[in-house]
Structure formats: C-alpha cells, structure tokens
C-alpha cells in the first residue's frame, strides 16, 4: 500500500490527457475539413471528460482506501499498455513515411481490444478490494455512506464514457486517413 493510501479508480483521466495528444499530433493535414473538425471535436470531448474524470477520483474524502488489491498496479498497468497499443494499431502505419495497408486487420484488431476493454472497464480500472473497503468504512453511516454510493456510481459512470469516448477519438482520427 502506499503512503496516501490505495486508491479506488485508476488514473484513466491521465491515460486519456496523454494519447488526446497523441490523436491531435495524428491528424491527417490533408483532410477535409469536415474530417479534420470531427476529430477535433472528439478529441475535445476525451479532453473535457479526462478532466471530469480526474476531478471526480480526486474527491479527497472518497478517494482511496487502507486496503487495496497488490495485483491491482499490475493490471492496471498491462490495461494501460494495451491500450496505448490498440490506439496504435487504430492509427494508420507508416513505413519511411508512406502509410502501409494490411487491409485492415491492425485497425479492427485495435478497434477490438477497445472494444472488450470498454466492456470490462471496471476489472481493469478499479481497485475492488479498495472500494469494498471505503465503502464499510461508512457502513452505519447513512448520509456519508449514500454520498460515498454516489460518487463511486458517478465516477464508474464517467470512467466508462471517458474510455468510449477515448475509443470514438481514436476512430474519428483514423477517419481523417480514408479517401
């Protein structure tokens, strides 16, 4: 455990800020304008749902736990790696700066580890033994304990539409590639 304790969510928020900037810097320049905005827009909206989501995990009251899962960390960071990896493969390849097509398969194999990584978001993302914990150490205590409920159901709630919203980024950047 560390020092400020285990923490409930995972630092998807700081994930999420990180590849925005990869997506930005991987525009196409030489697509329409109606391509390019649409990236934009949905890189805005990753923005904007990386800093909802760092500010709701970061409620100082609610945020971590004395007890944690050790495995946790790792998991965490294996989902992180993944992830970086399937935008990656989202992206269009390049070779000497000529794209390189494989028909598709790199972008569907990353659109599909999204995909199922969206789908089991909280395995990957929240630390379970750290929630149960916070969660008894309001047990008794109806109103900080319904706040508590609702910051958990809050935050779970915008982690997943952080990480679809991450997803359609990714895609919408991959748009900007097709003819």
Avoid: C
């Amino acid at each position: 455990m560390s020092a400020q304790g285990e923490h409930i969510f995972n630092a998807l928020g700081d994930l999420a800020q990180e590849l925005a900037g990869v997506l930005r810097g991987r525009i196409n320049p030489n697509a329409t304008a109606e391509r390019r905005t649409r990236a934009l827009t949905a890189i805005q909206r990753l923005e904007t749902l990386a800093e909802q989501f760092i500010r709701s995990r970061n409620n100082a009251e609610f945020r971590t736990a004395s007890v944690g899962d050790p495995a946790n960390d790792q998991r965490y960071s294996r989902f992180a790696r993944d992830t970086r990896s399937a935008v990656d493969r989202i992206l269009p390849q390049y070779a000497n700066e000529v794209m390189v097509s494989d028909g598709g398969s790199t972008h569907t194999r990353g659109y599909g580890e999204m995909t199922r990584f969206h789908r089991d978001i909280t395995y990957y993302t929240v630390d379970a033994k750290a929630e149960e914990s916070r969660r008894l150490d309001f047990k008794g205590k109806k109103k900080k304990e319904a706040d508590y409920i609702t910051w958990y159901n809050t935050t779970r709630d915008l982690l997943s539409e952080l990480y679809r919203a991450l997803l359609d980024a990714a895609m919408a950047v991959n748009a900007t590639y097709i003819p």
